[in-house]
């Protein structure tokens, strides 16, 4: 069997450095400095990562410790350093819309209407398809977030919780390969925030996309997560710890909570963030 | 409920008519009665105040100003002369009247006259036209310039040409700030290029504006005079009041909330789709309230340029006024400035309602 029809089959080859195909994400040796007044500020050294197809993974870590500084160098939003990130196989060379990106503050374009924000992208990613197609795209995800009823309301007058649903509803549906979600639920109560973690699994399962989100909530990070990612202090934060989640998907709040292993999980997290 | 929130930003710019839209509404309630009558009330009981403020003021000047006459009198021509002068004073013959500070019943008169002016004029200028109807029917037929009406111009069309100046100066500098605005804030390296253009030259008064304008226009520009002086003083209020809009729009553009830019970047809109829906529009709320303030200075230094310009406008009317000496000049005066003050107030309320009609963020109080 010759190489070509090897890379094809299980894996990409680039730059000379072989990828198993199931690996969506990998960061490799990431470094992240910025520049002070005080001199260079090391946030990020010596981080690798990888992170597979379909996956997904939650990250938690000390405030300021650089989780938001990564995920924003994934989506390209941010200059790297060192190291690198590949996506596929290709590295990453500036944001795109194979990346979505769920803000923590919804930021929603105030003056237009839901669907409008959603069409933003939609018409970008879907030049060829028509007006009707495009708008079918865009209700149809408004209509998994639960906005049917609010199509045309301005950003602006809709509730925190309605914004990140159209936040939702805008990064899927520009079928991004790679959902990157930073604290996307840390402004809302707690009964919304449930209800969007529903929402969110509900599409990330059947859109078969890989999903990173930062969070502060353990039990977020458990509920959600394949592979919980702790990372250390900072400055030159690094990936610390990785804690592998068994529970059968899909999951209810209350088996999970029942769930003897829970507490187990719960308690590795908390001793990690806790030294 | 859209209704609602388009009437709550009504309100904030013309509030002023709210009572009167309170008033004519059909659902009149007892608080809301009670609360028009007491602001109607209190806004009645400070107009009042004022007149009768300015009224003792201006007796208090117009005595002051006989003492002197007669005494300049006894001091030059003796007794009989003096004796002469306060007679005359005392009668109200209008050839020796005190010349100072009008009273509100004299303005009141003067604001009559020139309306009664207007209607005379308005006559005059109707049965122009209907005597010239025939010849100019003719003259046109042949292909010739009709015969047109110059005569006195009354105030009402002083009014109104100072309007029709305002608001091509206004049009001018819409015209040149906004889109130069948008490209410096687009670019930081031509921002710093033109920042220094924009520190020097926003502090220059009108006065210099004008001559510069003047300069140019004159060697450019061959038109009658009254056309001539139209063309200079709009251009020179626009290119007085333009900075305002120039620096905001500079300034929104460059400052659009980085969510939005990261948001265009990681959709990967191109340059035109993140100009005209993303940045643009949320710039709007300070470009328009740049351009407010570019109304308000156009309206303020339009009355100096006027003047200097020679265009029949208000600020020419006032100065001529004050040069005529007329007995009552200094009234016409008054009555020129209250109708300056009514306009640019007005003209201000109605640029902050259509402020506060495309700004999105409701607690961007301006
Ligand atoms: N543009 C910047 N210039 C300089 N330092 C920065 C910049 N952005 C972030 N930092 C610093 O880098 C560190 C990591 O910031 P980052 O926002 O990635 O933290 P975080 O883990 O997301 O924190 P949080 O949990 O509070 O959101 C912080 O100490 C922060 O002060
Ligand atoms: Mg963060």
């Known amino acids: 069997m010759s190489t070509a029809t090897l890379s094809t089959e299980t894996g990409t080859t680039e730059n000379g450095i072989f990828y198993p195909s199931n690996v969506m994400l990998d960061l490799s040796k990431l470094k992240k400095v910025y520049p002070t007044p005080k001199g260079d500020y090391v946030v990020l050294e010596d981080l690798d990562l990888q992170i597979m197809k379909e996956e997904f993974v939650t990250i938690i870590g000390h405030s300021g410790c650089g989780k938001t500084t990564m995920l924003s160098m994934i989506a390209g939003l941010n200059p790297i350093s060192g190291g ?3 996506v596929l196989g290709k590295p990453v060379k500036g944001p795109g819309p194979d990346r979505g990106v769920i803000f923590q503050s919804p930021s929603l374009m105030p003056w237009m209407t839901a669907l409008e924000n959603v069409l933003l992208g939609v018409n970008k990613v879907f030049p060829h398809a028509t007006k009707t197609q495009r708008k079918d795209i865009a209700k149809y995800y408004l209509h998994k977030v639960g906005l049917e009823g609010a199509f045309n309301k301005k950003a602006m007058e809709l509730s925190q919780g309605m914004q990140q649903r159209v936040g939702i509803a805008r990064a899927f549906a520009i079928k991004p390969k790679v959902l990157l979600l930073d604290e996307p639920f840390g402004m809302l109560d707690s009964l919304t925030r449930g209800e969007l973690q529903d929402i969110l699994i509900e599409i990330w399962n059947k859109e078969k996309i890989t999903a990173v989100m930062i969070t502060h909530d353990v039990d977020e990070a458990i509920f959600l997560a394949d592979r919980v990612v702790m990372m250390t202090s900072g400055p030159r934060a690094k990936i610390g710890d990785i804690l592998n989640i068994d529970f059968e998907r899909p999951r209810s709040r209350k088996s999970v909570l029942e769930h003897p292993d829970y507490y187990t999980y719960r308690k590795h997290l908390i001793d990690f963030l806790e030294h | 409920m859209e209704q609602e929130i388009v009437l709550k930003k009504q309100r904030q710019g013309l509030s002023f008519l709210k009572p009167l839209i309170m008033k004519l509404s059909p659902k009149i309630n007892k608080g809301s009665l009670v609360s028009f009558l007491k602001k109607s009330g209190i806004t009645l009981l400070s107009v009042l105040l004022f007149i009768g403020l300015w009224h003792m003021g201006a007796k208090a000047l117009y005595d002051v100003e006989a003492e002197y006459k007669i005494e300049k009198a006894l001091a030059e021509r003796g007794q009989e002369a003096a004796d002469a002068e306060r007679a005359c004073i005392a009668s109200g013959d209008s050839s020796c009247q005190p010349n100072t500070l009008p009273s509100p019943s004299q303005v009141w008169a003067s604001l009559q006259s020139l309306i009664a002016d207007h209607q005379v004029i308005t006559a005059d200028k109707a049965a122009f036209v209907e ?11 042949q292909g010739k310039d009709a015969i047109v009406y110059t005569g006195r111009a009354s105030f009402l069309d002083i009014i109104f040409t100072s309007i029709k100046t305002v608001f091509a100066g206004f049009l001018l500098a819409l015209l040149i700030a906004v889109p130069i605005g948008i490209i410096i804030g687009l670019s930081p390296s031509l921002r710093s ?14 006065v210099v504006w004008y001559l510069l304008v003047f300069m140019i226009v004159k060697t450019l520009y061959i038109g009658d005079s009254s056309d001539n002086a139209f063309v200079i003083s709009f251009i020179s209020v626009g290119l007085c009041a333009m900075w305002a809009t120039l620096v905001n729009t500079a300034m929104g553009v460059s400052s659009v909330d980085k969510d939005y830019i990261n948001v265009a970047k ?9 100009v005209f829906k993303v940045i643009l529009p949320s710039s709007l709320p300070l470009i328009f309230t740049g351009l407010r303030i570019t109304l308000s200075v156009a309206w303020m230094v339009l009355i100096a340029i006027e003047l200097l310009a020679q265009s029949q406008g208000l600020g020419l009317f006032v100065w001529e006024e004050f040069q005529n000496g007329a007995n009552d000049s200094n009234s016409k005066i008054i009555v020129a400035m209250f109708v300056i003050g009514i306009i640019g107030f007005l003209l201000d309320r109605f640029m902050l309602t259509v402020q506060n009609m495309v700004s999105f963020n409701k607690n961007e109080a301006v």
Do not use: D, E, H, R
């Open chain 2, 193 to 206: 290029a033109f920042n220094w253009f924009i520190q020097v030259f926003k502090p220059v008064s009108p």
């Open chain 2, 266 to 274: 990681v959709l990967k809109l191109g340059t035109f789709q993140k």
């Open chain 1, 84 to 86: 690198n990130i590949a």
């Open chain 2, 131 to 141: 005597k010239m109807a025939a010849t100019n029917a003719k003259l046109i037929a």
